[in-house]
Nanobody, 121 residues
């Protein structure tokens, strides 16, 4: 069974920084993309940043220049470093990974349980 476990959310003032971490565990054969999405109340879940297995990175337009994403392929982890945070960054942040488990060797989307990030003005 594959799981994604996030940590690092919380309350921060505007202009501050926060780092989110996510670890994938379980019977993992391979991982393609890893990344982060966020959802504000009443809104859809939007891509924040995604990093492919070869290191290629895609950012959502609203976070370019402020957020950084990194991954450790040996440890199956991904981290999101958030700086210059704005109130509009508030939301539930979900870790995402495209993982092939040993059960079927086929890639599936997996999601973490979500971690709340609140940026106060």
């Amino acid at each position: 069974q594959v799981q994604l476990v996030e940590s690092g959310g919380g309350l921060v003032q505007a202009g501050g920084s926060l780092t989110l971490s996510c670890a994938a565990s379980g019977s993992i054969f391979g991982i393609n993309d890893m990344g982060w999405f966020r959802q504000a109340p009443g809104n859809q879940r939007d891509q924040v940043a995604v990093i492919e297995s070869d290191g290629t990175i895609r950012f959502g337009d609203s976070v370019k220049g402020r957020f950084t994403i990194s991954r450790d392929n040996a440890k199956n982890t991904v981290a999101l470093q958030m700086t210059s945070l704005k109130p509009e960054d508030t939301g539930v942040y979900y870790c995402y990974a495209d993982i092939a488990p040993y059960t079927d060797y086929r890639f599936h989307d997996y999601w973490g349980q979500g971690t709340q990030v609140t940026v106060s003005s």
